[in-house]
């Protein structure tokens, strides 16, 4: 049922085939921010079909976003941010015809090298819950404050190829209220969560169901 698949694409996607040519985009499926190890960061998300653009908005406290740069595709490098301070991030697609909704919020903390953590946002549950897609908020101030350097991703960004979670050293996996009737994990992720922990890898997952980690 439309509004129980959180952010899985596949009913959407149907009907954006169907009637996408006269209908604002989807938004990404998938988006991740890292740092890049020379100061910079990069914000990439999947493309949205019918999509024409793509606007990034930026928060330092996760309440209060403003716009910050658009694109024609996906893929934003962005530097002279503070290294005192988490960046937050969402993004919107658009066409002619409107705009999607907002993804979730993702984080970064900037920094002249590249990341040891990786905070995963694998909570897409909608139904039964209340789900604000923004629990990085409670995820990365922790890991900051422990001396860590770390980027984000959405869940989908690893089966998708677009995030390896070998180049980390220590995997935050936020489950929240997933759980096996929502897909908890992929088979392709847990093939991944896997290879991480058989490579030396250290993962935490959290949730709050009790079927939140099979």
Do not use: C
């Amino acid at each position: 049922a439309l509004g129980y698949d959180g952010n899985r694409p596949e009913i959407w996607g149907g009907l954006n085939d169907a009637f996408g040519a006269t209908a604002p985009p989807l938004p990404p499926a998938w988006f991740y921010v890292k740092n890049l190890g020379d100061g910079t960061e990069l914000v990439h998300a999947a493309n949205s079909t019918n999509a024409e653009s793509y606007s990034l908005f930026r928060s330092t406290d996760a309440s209060h976003f403003a716009l910050y740069r658009q694109a024609a595709a996906p893929a934003f490098v962005l530097d002279s941010l503070s290294t005192d301070s988490i960046q937050y991030f969402k993004l919107t697609a658009e066409n002619s015809f409107g705009t999607s909704d907002y993804t979730e919020v993702l984080a970064v903390l900037p920094a002249h090298a590249s990341s040891s953590v990786l905070i995963v946002n694998g909570f897409e549950r909608l139904s039964g819950t209340t789900n604000t897609f923004d629990f990085v908020k409670e995820h990365g101030p922790a890991i900051k404050n422990s001396g860590y350097v770390f980027d984000s991703a959405s869940n989908d960004a690893i089966p998708a190829g677009a995030v390896d979670l070998q180049d980390y050293a220590i995997t935050d996996w936020i489950s929240g209220e997933e759980a096996t009737a929502t897909t908890s994990f992929s088979g392709v992720e847990m093939d991944a969560i896997k290879t991480f922990l058989e490579h030396g890898g250290r993962i935490l997952i959290s949730g709050s169901d009790r079927k939140s980690v099979v």
